[in-house]
Structure formats: C-alpha cells, structure tokens
C-alpha cells in the first residue's frame, strides 16, 4: 500500500536560520509530489508541485526552494527563515485524482 | 484572486442534526471537485469526490451536491456525529494534477 512519510512532526527554528523538510512517499512509483502550506486564515496553499526527478514548479515567489533528488523523495528548503514563514508544512502526493496527505509539519519560526 | 472561496469560517451543528458546507468557485474550467476532512496537526484525509458530469455524488452520511450553472459545491453529512469536528476544505481542479483549495471551514458538531 502506498504511504507518506513527513518529518519532523513540530520544528521551532530562529529567524535567519535554514531550513530542510522531508518527504518520501512509499508504494507507488512516478507520483506527482506537493508542498502545501497551511497558515491562520489563509487555507492550504500550494507553494511547489513536481511530476518528475528534478522538476520543480513553484507556485508562488517566496522564502522556499524545493527539491526532489529521487523519484518519491521531495524536499523544502530555505537557506534563511523569515518570521512569515511560520505555518503547517504538508506534502501530498497523487497519482490520478486527489490527493494522499503527509501528516505535515509544525514550523514555528522565533 | 481566490478562486476557490469558503465563506464561512466556522459552523456548529447539533448532534443528529444535519450539517451543510458550503464552496463556491469562480473559475467556469473547474471539472473535478474534492472535499478533505482536517483535524488539528494532521494531515487532511480525502472525503468525498464529484466530477462536473455529475450534480450528486453520495458516500454514507456524506453527500456532494455540485450545481454547475451556480459554480456552487456543497458538503451534507447527515446525521452530524461528535467526531465530524473537524476542518472541511473544498477543492477544485481543471488539471489532472494541480487543485485550489478554499480556505476552509470549522465544523463543530455538539453533544
């Protein structure tokens, strides 16, 4: 069966510093892999989507970069964190219609 | 430009009783519509789905109504229990692989 792995959980992390969140998926090969996020007010928000090793497509300009070395391994980035960066962190994946949820991420920036 | 909206913030319906969500959305090329069930530091969970070639899609207590003329979209669950409290996101989509979101509603079902 198919899963997805996301961690950390929770990560409180200065302003300034960086950042890397991962995400692997298991059970399926060639899915198309996304990073939301979820912030007060705002909904899920797409910030990068990929179809394939090495294709990224950002969605909005921002704080992030992602990237996915290998087929089902996806990763966000940010070489320094701002404040409004603070938010849940979800990667799903999907192959076909809808999507398959990460238990997402937690990331407090102080 | 927000293009999928729900614009109600939170709901709270009483137990047994039935709960209505409501999505609505702008853009006419939306063909698939999905709603996801959130609860706190979770990921959300697939619910329910419609494609726009139908105006009723029913899974148990839930049931997807989607009224295309009206670019409207709405969630019932009947009879609402305790742990439908949760957060409801509506999305739609006109790629096989890129859904909006709308920014969600708070449902609490109570006792």
């Known amino acids: 069966s198919q899963t997805i792995h996301q961690w950390p959980a929770t990560l409180v992390q200065p302003v300034g510093s960086p950042l890397s969140l991962e995400c692997t998926v298991e059970?399926?090969?060639?899915?198309?892999l996304y990073w939301y996020r979820q912030a007060a007010g705002r909904g899920l928000q797409l910030l990068f989507y990929s179809v394939g090793i090495g294709q990224i497509s950002s969605e909005v300009p921002q704080n992030l970069s992602a990237s996915r070395p290998q087929d089902r391994q996806f990763i966000l980035s940010s070489k320094k964190l701002l404040l409004s960066d603070s938010g849940f962190y979800l990667c799903?994946?999907?192959?076909?219609?809808?999507?398959?949820f990460g238990s997402g991420t937690r990331l407090t920036v102080v | 430009d927000q293009q999928v909206k729900q614009n109600s913030p939170s709901l709270s319906v009483q137990e047994g009783r039935i709960s209505i969500l409501n999505c609505d959305y702008t853009?006419?090329?939306?063909?698939?519509f999905l709603w996801y069930k959130k609860y706190p530091a979770e990921g959300p969970t697939f619910l329910i789905s419609i494609s726009s070639i139908k105006d009723k899609n029913e899974d148990g207590r839930f049931t997807v109504f989607l009224n295309k003329s009206a670019k409207h979209l709405s969630l019932h669950i009947v009879p609402s229990q305790p742990g439908d409290s949760a957060v409801y996101f509506c999305?739609?989509?006109?790629?096989?692989?890129?859904?909006?979101f709308g920014t969600g509603t708070r449902l609490k079902v109570l006792a």
């Open positions: 059970g399926t090969s060639n899915p198309n």
């Open positions: 999305a739609a989509s006109s790629l096989p692989y890129k859904y909006i």
């Open positions: 799903a994946w999907s192959v076909g219609s809808g999507y398959t």
């Open positions: 853009n006419s090329m939306f063909d698939y």
